[in-house]
């Protein structure tokens, strides 16, 4: 059964655009939500975390929003950059099992010149 | 700091044969979490081990097991191989099981023929 639904699968960007990417959770006990950013070749790596206690995260770039009643959140990318490429996830988790993350399926990002 | 090392990084082993992938984690970390990656499945949980007992464990077969000695180190092992078990296998490490950043190793590449 997926827990975490991610869409879209690809999104091509123009630079400088803004990149978005949902997913939704059915779990209500969740309250731990990642994102990662895989390279081809790499393991992921945290690119940004937040929890239901606040709505939105900013971290340079990057952006999560985090809509709780709808079981929705959102990374937003602005001003995207080619090295900006790469496949991202997003993944959920609940408190004392932060370790035990369940990931969303992907989403294949290209940022074009 | 060295980040999380997995050995060997590639992998072929035959239908039937049994595998052993071992990970180091960043040096304090004393939680090891194990991943499979696959196209059709993506990001999958394993199993978490923390101070050399498994606390979390994922939907996978008998078949998939794993251990964690004193300094931390992880092995997993899979027997009787199927093709369905050709995946990246990645390791991630925390410094405590819970609440912390997980981080990723680069993965072992196992293909099975």
């Known amino acids: 059964q997926q827990q975490v639904k991610q869409s879209p699968q690809s999104l091509i960007v123009q630079k400088g655009g803004i990149s978005i990417i949902n997913c939704a959770y059915e779990n209500t006990a969740f309250d731990y939500f990642p994102w990662y950013q895989q390279f081809p070749g790499k393991g992921p790596a945290l690119l940004i975390a937040?929890?239901?206690?606040?709505s939105e995260k900013k971290e340079g770039r990057f952006t999560i929003s985090f809509n709780k009643s709808a079981k929705q959140f959102s990374l937003h990318i602005m001003d995207s950059q080619p090295g900006d490429s790469a496949t991202y996830f997003c993944a959920a988790s609940k408190t004392g099992t932060a370790s035990k993350l369940t990931f969303g399926t992907g989403t294949r990002l290209q940022v074009t010149l | 700091k060295a980040g999380v090392t997995q050995t060997p990084r590639y992998l072929i082993k035959t239908r039937g044969q049994q595998v052993t992938l071992s990970c180091s984690p960043i040096s304090g970390h004393r939680s090891v979490s194990w991943y499979q990656q696959t196209p059709g499945q993506g990001l999958q949980f394993l199993f978490e081990?923390?101070?050399?007992?498994?606390?979390n464990k994922g939907n996978f077969p008998g078949r998939f097991s794993g251990r964690q000695f004193s300094n931390s180190r992880s092995e997993m092992n899979v027997s009787t191989l199927e093709l369905g078990d050709s995946a990246l296998y990645l390791c991630a490490s925390s410094g405590t099981s819970g609440w912390e950043t997980q981080y990723f190793g680069p993965g072992t590449r196992l293909l099975v023929l």
């Open positions: 937040i929890r239901p206690d606040v």
């Open positions: 081990y923390f101070s050399e007992t498994q606390r």
